[in-house]
T-cell receptor, first 115, second 109 residues
């Protein structure tokens, strides 16, 4: 059973297009995240939702819009794609309220290439 | 200057050697210090963590934190080819983790 699953795993698209990535977790976690990993492997948080409520919104262009229909799902929509958006996008989830902030469960990533 | 710095490597060692990895950071508010391991084309997974300064051992892995010098270390004893991966340090303040860029490790048989 896949704990955190993302679709699609690969996207290749042209500049200016719009694309979406979907994420689902079956761990019963209450917090979900979107991270971006660039070509130098830096993993940067973009957004975090706790029980469908946005709690972390880093400095990200407003072309990126997350949506959490319920606490098991977090989607990412990207408008007007640019070359610099090419990266691997990881979804992650965690259980809060345990006093320990650090155990994130990551999906396998969605590799976006913008041509 | 980035908040968390790691040497990107690659660090190439023969099987059985000790691997020594480290991170430096600038934020004094970090309280938890995580190490994540990421295999090629996979998501990171938590390897181990420490709270505040001190050492923690888990099998072949030892994590050390020196908050006075803002220095984090991970040691892998008796390294195996299956340890070949990228290791990311990730200190945390509150509920927010800040990842280093990772060090790529290659363990050669």
């Amino acid at each position: 059973d896949t704990a955190v699953s993302q679709t699609p795993k690969y996207l290749v698209t042209q500049m200016g297009n719009d694309k979406s990535i979907k994420c689902e977790q079956n761990l019963g976690h209450d917090t979900m995240y979107w991270y971006k990993q660039d070509s130098k492997k830096f993993l940067k948080i973009m957004f975090s939702y706790n029980n469908k409520e946005l709690i972390i919104n880093e400095t990200v262009p407003n072309r990126f819009s997350p949506k959490s229909p319920d606490k098991a799902h977090l989607n990412l929509h990207i408008n007007s794609l640019e070359l610099g958006d090419s990266a691997v996008y990881f979804c992650a989830s965690s259980l809060t309220g345990t006093g320990f902030p650090g155990e994130l469960f990551f999906g396998e990533g969605s590799r976006l290439t913008v041509l | 200057q980035k908040e968390v710095e790691q040497d990107p490597g690659p660090l190439s060692v023969p099987e059985g050697a000790i691997v020594s990895l480290n991170c430096t950071y600038s934020n004094s508010a970090f309280q938890y210090f995580m190490w994540y391991r990421q295999y090629s084309r996979k998501g990171p997974e938590l390897l181990m963590y420490t709270y505040s300064s001190g050492n923690k051992e888990d099998g072949r892995f030892t994590a050390q934190v020196d908050k006075s010098s803002k220095y984090i270390s991970l040691f892998i004893r008796d390294s195996q080819p299956s340890d070949s991966a990228t290791y990311l340090c990730a200190p945390a303040a509150g509920n927010k983790l800040t990842f280093g860029g990772g060090t790529r490790v290659l363990v050669k048989p």
